[in-house]
């Protein structure tokens, strides 16, 4: 029978996660599901120290398959140069998938990844912190 009562997170997570020069273009793992139940990523915060624009590429990875779900451009300064905001990924997604509270939903042992479309700017990174929870 399917459940019929809402689920809650039942425990929250943060990870965070550096992107930076020498990972070039290659997929960088930003949250890992729960093996057992999933979870729901409520926000992620990326900053960046890049002095330009970085074009990131979100992916998902089911276990079997990774799949592109979104591209968005983090602007050069996000919250690091006092003027721009930080970046939330998930608003930059703008996407129907995305649940009405703005949450991604990930299956079990699913794994959630980005990557930027060109490389960095030497000596810069992207801090990205995942905030959300395991059901």
Do not use: H, K, W
Not at 75 to 83: F, K, S, V, Y
Not at 89 to 104: D, E, K, M, V, Y
């Amino acid at each position: 029978m399917a459940n019929t009562l809402p689920i809650f997170q039942s425990s929250p997570r943060t990870v965070c996660s550096i992107l930076d020069d020498s990972d070039g273009t290659s997929l960088v793992p930003i949250f890992a599901a729960d093996a057992t139940n999933g979870s729901l990523i409520d926000n992620i915060s990326v900053t960046s120290t890049d002095t330009a624009n970085v074009i990131l590429t979100l992916t998902v990875n089911d276990g079997t398959t990774a799949c592109n779900i979104g591209e968005m451009t983090v602007p050069a300064g996000a919250g690091t140069d006092g003027e721009t905001l930080a970046f939330n990924l998930l608003n930059g997604l703008n996407q129907p998938f995305l649940q009405s509270g703005g949450g991604l939903p990930l299956g079990a042992s699913a794994t959630l990844s980005v990557n930027a479309q060109a490389g960095m700017t030497a000596a810069t990174q992207l801090d990205v912190v995942c905030y959300g929870g395991d059901y």
